[in-house]
């Protein structure tokens, strides 16, 4: 089947109308009407060749809601006119040690919703800036909020499970401190997260105007991060930092911050590497730095669950398909709180 969508021909090529396939849905396949779809950072890093290996046409998004509107024969526990969802993953190889822990975001043979191999035409997957999508049901997930808050619910698909993964992953809850680095598309939802599972919630920014924004968040405290003595009140007092930021900046300013056997999640990917942190800031603390990448899609399914069970949703803009170059030009200036969202009924006007 043709459809309309968006994406690029060439990496200094802006978005624009597309007409792109889709196939007919199989045994196990999910067809979905696509209602909305949130705009990621690396979106536009795809897009825009600015990581290697890009595709074209890219058809970018992976934060898809939207409706069943058709059901293969072997497809269970779905009926059409339910509400669903797609994030970053619509395949993986389904035997290896990461897939049997329902890891499969960490699958050697994960293939993402957009700029992965697939024998679907183009050879590549397109993702959600388009008015449909066919995806195996083990994929899609259920969207348990109400249908006003659905656009809101996109941007879950990936900021939410990549700042939920690392906080379940530390045992995050009553009785722990968690900082938030980065008030932005994965900060602010960290802050939400955080809260809701009964963590004390510190937001780090650099900036002096987001401090009460933080605070609306559910931030309990909130340190502008160039005032030494705001650092220096929380020095060896947390048990995970979450750093979202996705620029290089000194690391071992906050590795102090954490306790012994505490650690520091990056989940922000900067085009270039961070200063090497001091081996003496991890060693006299045994603390650690790791790294966390979206989720599996049994954990991505109990945060949706969470995030409907405690009324939670992304601070969002809606947009309209024609205004998504401007919208990759105001993510780079940092101009949306906190991610745009595109209203997919535009696709075609």
Avoid at 58 to 70: D, K, L, M, T, Y
Avoid at 102 to 108: F, G, R, S, V
Avoid at 193 to 218: I, N
Avoid at 298 to 323: K, N, P, S, W, Y
């Amino acid at each position: 089947m043709i459809i309309h969508a968006y994406g690029a021909h060439a990496a200094d090529q802006p978005l624009v109308p597309l007409q792109i396939s889709r196939r007919t849905p199989g045994a196990h396949d999910v067809q979905i009407d696509i209602a909305f779809c949130g705009v990621c950072h690396s979106d536009l890093h795809q897009a825009r060749g600015e990581w290697a290996g890009t595709h074209y046409p890219c058809v970018p998004g992976h934060e898809i809601v939207g409706r069943v509107s058709a059901l293969g024969a072997s497809v269970s526990g779905l009926r059409v006119g339910d509400l669903v969802g797609v994030g970053c993953i619509v395949d993986s190889c389904r035997h290896c040690a990461d897939c049997a822990e329902d890891l499969e975001n960490y699958c050697d043979g994960m293939v993402g919703t957009y700029n992965f191999p697939t024998t679907d035409t183009p050879g590549h997957t397109l993702g959600g800036y388009s008015q449909r999508i066919v995806v195996d049901a083990h994929y899609v997930l259920r969207i348990r909020h109400g249908e006003a808050q659905l656009a809101a619910v996109a941007p879950l698909l990936c900021a939410g499970i990549t700042t939920w993964s690392p906080l379940r992953r530390w045992n995050i809850g009553p009785g722990k401190k968690v900082g938030i680095v980065g008030i932005g598309g994965l900060g602010h939802m960290g802050i939400k997260l955080a809260r809701a599972l009964g963590a004390h919630v510190v937001a780090f920014t650099t900036s002096e105007s987001k401090r009460e924004a933080a605070r609306q968040l559910g931030a309990d405290d909130v340190v502008v991060t160039r005032n030494p003595q705001e650092m220096l009140a929380h020095l060896r007092s947390f048990d995970l930092i979450l750093n979202t930021v996705a620029a290089p900046h000194d690391l071992d300013a906050l590795l102090v911050l954490l306790k012994r056997d505490a650690c520091m999640t990056l989940v922000g990917a900067p085009a270039s590497a961070h200063p090497s942190p001091d081996v003496f800031n991890l060693i006299t603390k045994r603390r650690a730095i790791s790294g966390s990448m979206i989720g599996g899609i049994r954990e991505t399914q109990e945060m949706l669950d969470f995030c409907a069970e405690h009324g939670i949703v992304a601070d969002i803009e809606l947009i309209t398909a024609g205004q998504i170059n401007q919208a990759f030009e105001r993510m780079l200036a940092g101009d949306v709180q906190y991610r745009f969202v595109i209203d997919n009924a535009t696709l075609a006007s």
